[in-house]
């Protein structure tokens, strides 16, 4: 059976039998397409390795960092979890490239689904729903992020589901999970959740020919909900999410999305990303339209019944910049304060909007008021 390239960057299915030495002595087969691969990779490929001999202990991979905030990532990270071959996946499971998404990005055109696909989307939602509430459900002070992904891929693949972020550009886990001053794709890691944390769980799963993409931000732990600033932060971002969807209607500009959301946001005292935005999502991860959250944006398209798209509001404490961590993946705060997200995939109807991934009577987390300061 072919292995997986142990690059970073790769993540091909190969027949080499090129080794890493180091993961070698640590009892760890780490395949290598070619010299080319294992050499380019290698900056990022000894994080992976143990920090000293016979030491078991989690570590920081890049000690030489310049971190923002008091997070810190913390290796090795579990290997890639396979997917059974019955299961349906997309074609960047095996390479990494979404060739599908890098040809519709060339039309520019903002698809619309048929009765039949909308049936299908819609049931998409509903299980990527369930499995997002399963993963929630375990939320606890001393759960690692990482057994958190081994929950989201476990529930996937009971239903024969994809687990969308697999791969996907090389991202090595089965979800994304986004903890304090992480704004979006925290790489699920050994660090244990503490009280007083938020996370961010980020579920996208592949079913039946179509993506369904959602998020939620949840509380870790009493003492996040006794913080006031923080759970001024979480729920204004989750109002901002909710405000948004209350605009969406046939008729209405993509742009006028992110003047509702910073309106909300900074009436709070908080500010938005810019970075990432809301996509298009269906057969595709990722397509058009382009939702940014901010105001005054210049995002292209009217909506009209059969688009189904995400907003996704990232949501500061204080600067709305980001930077990078290392692994070229997870983005964070540039003064290091806290960040919160939620999304949801909806529809367009003939006459408002369906939200697809909706939260049920039994869903974790949910609104807390704000306490007095």
């Known amino acids: ?213 959602l998020n939620e931000t949840y509380y870790v732990g009493d003492k996040a909900k006794c913080n006031p600033e923080v759970v001024n932060l979480v729920e204004t971002a989750r109002e901002c999410l909710a405000s948004a969807i209350k605009h969406v209607k046939p008729g209405v500009a993509f742009r006028n999305l992110g003047n509702v959301i910073e309106e909300h946001a900074t009436k709070n005292n908080c500010s938005v990303v810019r970075t990432y935005c809301g996509h298009g999502t269906n057969q595709l991860f990722h397509c058009q339209p382009n939702i940014p959250h901010y105001a005054k944006n210049k995002a292209i398209g009217i909506m009209k019944p059969g688009m189904v798209f995400t907003i996704e509001p990232m949501i500061n404490q204080g600067t709305f910049r980001d930077v990078s961590w290392p692994d070229n993946w997870t983005s964070v705060t540039q003064d290091g304060k806290f960040s919160a997200q939620f999304e949801h995939m909806m529809l367009v109807t003939e006459d408002g909007v369906e939200v697809l991934t909706a939260r049920t009577e039994t869903s974790p987390g949910g609104p807390i008021p704000r306490p007095s300061q």
């Open 1 to 213: 059976m072919p292995a997986v390239c142990g690059s970073p960057r790769c993540g091909k299915e190969t027949d080499s039998a090129l080794k890493c030495p180091v993961c070698l002595k640590e009892n760890v087969d780490s395949i290598f397409c070619n010299q080319i691969c294992f050499r380019s990779s290698w900056q990022m490929h000894k994080a992976f390795h143990k920090k000293a001999e016979g030491s078991d202990e989690p570590y920081d991979p890049f000690p030489d960092h310049q971190y923002t905030g008091n997070l810190r990532p913390q290796y090795p990270l579990t290997p890639r979890r396979p997917i059974p071959k019955h299961i349906k996946v997309p074609d960047y499971a095996q390479d990494g490239r979404p060739i599908s998404e890098l040809k519709n990005d060339r039309i520019g055109k903002i698809p619309t689904l048929t009765s039949k696909e909308i049936e299908k989307i819609r049931k998409v939602g509903k299980i990527s729903r369930e499995i997002l509430d399963i993963a929630a459900s375990h939320i606890k002070p001393g759960i690692t992020t990482d057994e958190l992904d081994a929950i989201v891929h476990k529930e996937c693949m009971k239903r024969n589901a994809y687990p969308s972020p697999l791969n996907y550009y090389n991202f090595p886990k089965s979800c994304c999970t986004s903890v304090n001053e992480v704004v979006c794709h925290g790489i699920p890691d050994q660090r244990k959740l503490e009280d007083g944390d938020i996370v961010n769980i980020d579920v996208t799963i592949y079913y039946l020919g179509f993506h369904s993409d």
